[in-house]
């Protein structure tokens, strides 16, 4: 029979130790407290589904298992918070594969630097296919074509470098696809044209490319212009927008039934660039703040007033290109700080290192050498608190199951350019029960593969519920503290 919730609390006033209890927490002296207290978070209320932010062309950000997301994965969820770390590490380990070891996987000749808004890149080979529809954690509704057929789509800083669509037909059995039929607003891309990023188009007139993988046809790839609408505020539409439609290629190694991924790129045929052209000096490309669980909803804010001018303290960082891939945005990391002063990492180690704001690896994943120096510290400033087993690649876990109160130092990024992020409780460490912190709990950075040829990756944790903002034409990337 289960346990009334009045006896319920009578046992939690009790006994205080029992696993269900709940916590508290402040930040002082460069340390995050957290007291054991008998209030139920879960009992706070919850922003609906419908639930949008204010600024005017906002667009609500919900995670894919989310009970707010369309996705067809969200319905059979039951407890989206309870994700394992194993399989929050797989797809982190498939995202970077993708990001990092990409001309390495796939056996390809590595192509030559590419210039700001740089080319497409559509996978021909790699198995899985970590770029295509699947692999992302986060979605937002967008609507394509007239009438507007809305479907909800991944967005991504980081894409092959164009806006990629499941069209119909699709013989990948997708739960949501693009009927270009239907649409009487969307042109072909010619063959030849200068928004056909393809040479030869498989001997086709229309813009398109065979993707195959082991010599087996997977499906095509074809270029389309059509109206992007990006839902709620039917204002905020883009006319003859570019994107690819894939008929008959399967999604990535997580088949959530997304329809697409959103270039958000710095691809010359990008959504941000598009919408630069066009904005107002007073304007930024765009930002978002990812939610700070899967319960919650985030933003995506496209062409808003610089957050300075609305009176929002924004620290921000210089933006710089990268050599290897010119759809990247790229800032660099300096330094780490610990409980406040900073921590003792060797200039070489650091220094010229490409630091990447990553919107679907969840972790964040340092050089070995950087690592090194935050863990050895970290664990010297928690030697008083039981050491608990590693949870895969999260190697510094402590078990606080039984305590009444515990503080971890606070960890700071520190970027060029004096921007500072302070990282609270939430954003530093995982726990196995993200509802009771006095479970087991890890820090949650993870050292770079040795032969790892990529640089820092600032994974979605530490991102959470600050609004990440892109000032392309200033040249800089922001953080805004605590907006979502």
Known sequence: MAVPSLLLCLLLLVSPHLGCSYHTSYTRDGRHHVLRSN?????RPKPTC???????????????LSPCSP????????????????????RDALRLRSLLHREEDNHRTPAPAAPPGGGVSIPSRGEPIEELPGAFEYHVVAGFGTPMQKLPVGFDTTTTGATLLQCTPCGSGADHAFDPSASSSVSQVPCGSPDCPFHGCSGRPSCTLS???????LGNATFFTDTLTLTPSSSATVDKFRFACLEGIAPGP??????????????????PSRLVASSPPHAVAFSYCLPASTADVGFLSLGATKPELLGRKVSYTPLRGSPSNGNLYVVDLVGLGLGGPDLPIPPAAIAGDDTILELHTTFTYLKPQVYKVLRDSFRKSMSEYPAAPPLGSLDTCYNFTGLDAFSVPAVTLKFAGGADVDLWMDEMMYFTDPDNHFSIGCLAFVAQDDDCDGGTVIGSMAQMSTEVVYDVRGGKVGFVPYRC
């Open 211 to 217: 993707v195959s993988f082991n010599n087996t046809l």
């Open 39 to 43: 209030r139920d978070p879960r009992r």
């Open 50 to 64: 419908s639930s949008a932010h204010s600024a005017h062309s906002a667009v609500p950000v919900v995670h894919r």
């Open 71 to 90: 996705l067809a994965g969200a319905a059979r969820n039951q407890q989206p918070e309870r994700r394992s770390v194993a399989d929050v590490l797989h």
């Open 254 to 271: 997580a088949e959530d039934g997304s329809a697409g991924i959103l270039d958000l790129s710095r691809n010359s045929h990008s959504l």
